[in-house]
Nanobody
Framework: QVQLVESGGGLVQAGGSLRLSCAASGRTFSTYDMGWFRQAPGKEREFVARITWSGGNTDYADSVKGRFTISRDNAKNTVYLQMNSLKPEDTALYYC??????????????WGQGTQVTVSS
């Protein structure tokens, strides 16, 4: 089992950058594939990015491809989401997830509480 805590969200102007972190507890972190999802008010939770347990494979939603980068440091039990060239439509609550490598949120058994990202125009 793993517990996840996100941080790094905030308010940023369009075109700016943020780096989200997800700190995981548990000695088995390095065996989990990880994902980032987001949910805007009134919308369904959507896939943002995913990374395999080794970091060898990554995948992104088309809406963030070329702007966001997912990475992980297994020695620090942490996964990151570097977000550049942010747009107002990126505004959402961002969640870290563990335990699957899908693009559907319901496939992941473990979730953090989320961190808010707000992009002003």
């Amino acid at each position: 089992q793993v517990q996840l805590v996100e941080s790094g969200g905030g308010l940023v102007q369009a075109g700016g950058s943020l780096r989200l972190s997800c700190a995981a507890s548990g000695r088995t972190f390095s065996t989990y594939d990880m994902g980032w999802f987001r949910q805007a008010p009134g919308k369904e939770r959507e896939f943002v990015a995913r990374i395999t347990w080794s970091g060898g494979n990554t995948d992104y939603a088309d809406s963030v491809k070329g702007r966001f980068t997912i990475s992980r440091d297994n020695a620090k039990n942490t996964v990151y989401l570097q977000m550049n060239s942010l747009k107002p439509e990126d505004t959402a609550l961002y969640y870290c997830s563990a335990g699957a490598y899908g693009t559907s949120w319901y496939g992941y058994p473990y979730w953090g509480q989320g961190t808010q990202v707000t992009v002003s125009s």
